[in-house]
T-cell receptor
Framework: DTAVSQTPKYLVTQMGNDKSIKCEQN?????MYWYKQDSKKFLKIMFS???????INETVPNRFSPKSPDKAHLNLHINSLELGDSAVYFC??????????????FGPGTRLTVL | KNEVEQSPQNLTAQEGEFITINCSYS?????LHWLQQHPGGGIVSLFM???GKKKHGRLIATINIQEKHSSLHITASHPRDSAVYIC?????????FGKGTKLSVKP
């Protein structure tokens, strides 16, 4: 059974379009994250939600908007896609244990290509 | 300069060799994570540690809080260990990543 799943796995779209990437975890974790891995394979955090509440919001364009309908889901919506948005996006989740964020479990990634 | 620095950037080893990957950080962290990214792209968490040493199979991770330094060791390396190893410093769930060490183990 997949612990952290993302859909779609691949997304190819034109500049200017709006797209969403979905993430679901069945681990019962309280915290979910979105990361961007650029063409040089460098990972950077974008957002984090704890119990559906935004706790980390790094400097990303406001064209990116995360939405957490419940603890098990954290979706990423991107408006007006640009060439520079092409990257692999990873979702992750972690438990909240004794007031601390614990080990993170990553989804398989979504490769976004903007043409 | 990145707040989390790894060395070496690339590492080639012969099967059976003992491997060490180093990570230094300049920010305050509550935990240090070691991740493995497979050639296919998937990311797996290997260790999360805030002090001392952890061991899992042939993998050992250590951290020295005072020196802000961590090491990942692989004993008796195997071609299946070939991957990118990434360290990340974390506080309040916010991870800052190193650029990764690409390990290639030759049979």
């Amino acid at each position: 059974d997949t612990a952290v799943s993302q859909t779609p796995k691949y997304l190819v779209t034109q500049m200017g379009n709006d797209k969403s990437i979905k993430c679901e975890q069945n681990l019962g974790h309280d915290t979910m994250y979105w990361y961007k891995q650029d063409s040089k394979k460098f990972l950077k955090i974008m957002f984090s939600y704890n119990n559906k509440e935004l706790i980390i919001n790094e400097t990303v364009p406001n064209r990116f908007s995360p939405k957490s309908p419940d603890k098990a889901h954290l979706n990423l919506h991107i408006n007006s896609l640009e060439l520079g948005d092409s990257a692999v996006y990873f979702c992750a989740s972690s438990p909240w244990i004794a007031g601390e964020f614990d080990e993170q479990f990553f989804g398989p990634g979504t490769r976004l290509t903007v043409l | 300069k990145n707040e989390v620095e790894q060395s070496p950037q690339n590492l080639t080893a012969q099967e059976g060799e003992f491997i060490t990957i180093n990570c230094s950080y300049s920010v305050g962290i509550s935990a240090l994570h070691w991740l493995q990214q497979h050639p296919g792209g998937g990311i797996v968490s290997l260790f999360m540690l805030s002090s001392g040493k952890k061991k899992h199979g042939r993998l050992i991770a250590t951290i020295n809080i005072q020196e802000k330094h961590s090491s990942l060791h692989i004993t008796a390396s195997h071609p299946r260990d070939s991957a990118v190893y990434i360290c990340a410093g974390g506080s309040q769930g916010n991870l800052i990543f190193g650029k990764g060490t690409k390990l290639s183990v030759k049979p």
